[in-house]
């Protein structure tokens, strides 16, 4: 079983900063991308930010300049920096990752962590 865990989500004011944190463990062999989408009440689930296991990085157009992706791959972790909040951040904030899971044969998956509410306001 492979579980991802999410942590650093709460309540800032606007303009502020939170750092969230992702932990992945479990029968991984190895992870490709990790990332951080989000969903705001009514509204659908988009992606922030993803990071490669090469460190390349793609982020949304409403969260560049202020949000940073970045991981660890020893600890099998990835971090989002977020700076300069705005109250329109306001969401729960899932972690995902595309990992292949131990075993033979390896199997590749895509999970999801349960999320972390983050609320900008004042």
């Known amino acids: 079983q492979v579980q991802l865990v999410e942590s650093g989500g709460g309540l800032v004011q606007p303009g502020g900063s939170l750092r969230l944190s992702c932990a992945a463990s479990?029968?991984?062999?190895?992870?490709?991308?990790m990332g951080w989408y989000r969903q705001a009440p009514g509204k659908q689930r988009e992606l922030v930010a993803t990071?490669?296991?090469?460190?390349?990085?793609n982020y949304a157009d409403s969260v560049k300049g202020r949000f940073t992706i970045s991981r660890d791959n020893a600890k099998n972790t990835v971090y989002l920096q977020m700076n300069s909040l705005k109250p329109e951040d306001t969401a729960v904030y899932y972690c995902n990752a595309g990992l292949l899971v131990s075993g033979i044969p390896l199997r590749f998956g895509e999970y999801w962590g349960k999320g972390t509410l983050v609320t900008v306001s004042s």
């Open positions: 990071i490669t296991s090469g460190g390349s990085t």
């Open positions: 479990g029968s991984i062999f190895s992870i490709t991308a």
